[in-house]
């Protein structure tokens, strides 16, 4: 086993897809545990993982978003959430439709 493997084990998470560090650059980790999610990698470079995701299980909002503050207690470099949330942050935002829950 790998280091970078015994490491994703020891995190906890299910799956995993890596990019691979290539000379001067550094190589970068998506991991995710595929009890919760769906994701399918559609594309891959040395700068990016291009993936599908879907079917997220469990968690309403409020807990996900609950789980993320959580979990950047844990970290300390720079660190990144990317997805299409569809939250209103603020509801003097919101414009048509049904009411922001807040």
Not at 18 to 38: C, Q
Not at 54 to 61: A, C, E, L, V, W
Request: hydrophobic share 40%.
């Amino acid at each position: 086993m790998q280091g970078a493997d015994k490491i994703i084990e020891k995190l906890g998470f299910e799956d995993n897809y890596r990019v691979e560090a290539e000379g001067r650059s550094r190589g970068f980790w998506l991991l995710w545990n595929k009890s919760r999610i769906d994701i399918i990698v559609i594309q891959y470079s040395r700068h990016l993982i291009h993936t599908l995701v879907g079917n997220i299980k469990g968690s309403p909002k409020k807990e996900c978003f609950a789980e993320i503050r959580d979990m950047s207690t844990f970290i300390s470099l720079p660190w990144m959430v990317v997805g299409d949330f569809n939250e209103v942050l603020i509801v003097d935002e919101k414009v048509r439709g049904v009411p922001a829950d807040t």
